[in-house]
């Protein structure tokens, strides 16, 4: 009988073992979402960033076009 009781209580320790574990890496998974959705939110900025700067970068290549335009055009009619 105490042998039986003593395998219960053993079984009833892995349960509850298992199930701090359990919680454990529920716990953690949570984290790691809160994490993938700050990361996700992170991107999404910088990416915008980024395409900002495209943009910025392409009315920066139109600007000098424009000026190398206009500096082909004085140089043509002097010469």
């Keep these: 009988m105490e042998e039986t009781q003593n395998i219960s209580n053993k079984l009833l320790q ?3 073992d ?3 574990e359990l919680q454990k890496v529920r716990d953690e998974n949570q ?7 700050l ?5 999404e900025a910088k ?3 980024i395409s ?5 970068i392409s009315a920066k290549e139109r600007e000098l076009e424009s000026l190398l335009n206009k ?7 002097n010469g």
Excluded at 31 to 37: A, E, T
């Design 14 to 16: 892995s349960i509850d």
């Design 18 to 20: 298992l199930l701090n």
């Design 31 to 37: 984290q790691l979402r809160q994490q993938i959705v």
């Design 39 to 43: 990361l996700k939110a992170e991107n």
């Design 47 to 49: 990416n915008s960033e």
């Design 52 to 56: 900002s700067l495209y943009d910025e």
């Design 71 to 77: 500096i082909q055009n004085v140089l043509g009619s």
